[in-house]
Nanobody, 123 residues
């Protein structure tokens, strides 16, 4: 059974950092495109970053240079967020789709998703 569980969210001041984690239970025989997306209150979902089966990463322009996505051998997923801005405030979700490849623009929805972890950045 596929399961994704996020952790690491919290409240920080602008300019601060957070590291989000996603504990993933995936089918070991499959490859996955994995990523993070977010949704701020009253706004549409936004793809943040993804990483494909080859380790290639892609980022939304709004986070490029500030966020870093990574995985480990167990297919857990991470998002290192630096230089946080108030506009980064949102619920952050990790997601996974079967397949080696990811879209060039990080997706804002995945077949498998976690319940989310909140991030609040104050000015």
């Amino acid at each position: 059974q596929v399961r994704l569980v996020e952790s690491g969210g919290g409240s920080v001041q602008a300019g601060g950092s957070l590291r989000l984690s996603c504990a993933a239970s995936l089918y070991t025989s499959s490859s996955y495109c994995m990523g993070w997306f977010r949704q701020a209150a009253g706004k549409a979902r936004e793809g943040v970053a993804n990483i494909d089966g080859f380790g290639i990463t892609r980022y939304a322009d709004s986070v490029k240079g500030r966020f870093t996505i990574s995985t480990d051998n167990a297919k857990n997923l991470y998002l290192e967020m630096n230089s946080l801005k108030p506009e980064d405030t949102a619920m952050y979700y990790c997601g996974a789709d079967r397949g080696l490849y990811c879209s060039n623009i990080p997706a804002s929805w995945y077949t498998y998703r976690g319940q989310g972890t909140p991030v609040t950045v104050s000015s």
